[in-house]
């Protein structure tokens, strides 16, 4: 059974900084490339970020080019989420997902596994 779980969220300033993690099992983790969505109250889901297999390739949505970094490390089957300069309008629920695609997707249609989401809430 394939299992990502997010931590990492919480209250923070605006100008602040969080870490978001998610932790995967269940699948060849190496194997899959990964990415961050997020979704706010009434809002659609909407793409983050998202790194290939090997963690040489990422991809960022305009709107956190610049503040949002995302990394892998495939020994520990953990995909991370730096973000810096957080706004208000970074307030939502932060998903990871895993795809079996070789390269970086940004629908989420393309992606087979998610995790349970956590709350990210940026106060101005």
């Known amino acids: 059974q394939v299992t990502l779980v997010e931590s990492g969220g919480g209250l923070v300033q605006a100008g602040g900084s969080l870490r978001l993690s998610c932790a995967a099992s269940?699948?060849?983790?190496?194997?899959?490339?990964m990415a961050w969505f997020r979704q706010a109250p009434g809002k659609e889901r909407e793409f983050v970020a998202a790194?290939?297999?090997?963690?040489?390739?990422?991809d960022y949505a305009d709107s956190v080019k610049g503040r949002f970094t995302t990394s892998r490390d495939n020994t520990k089957n953990t995909v991370y989420l730096q973000m810096n300069s957080l706004k208000p309008e970074d307030t939502a629920v932060y998903y990871c997902?895993?795809?079996?695609?070789?390269?970086?997707?940004?629908?989420?249609?393309?992606?087979?596994?998610w995790g349970q989401g956590t709350q990210v809430t940026v106060s101005s």
């Open positions: 997902a895993a795809s079996g695609q070789s390269y970086i997707r940004t629908s989420p249609q393309e992606y087979s596994y």
């Open positions: 269940g699948l060849a983790f190496s194997y899959y490339s």
């Open positions: 790194i290939n297999r090997s963690g040489y390739t990422t």
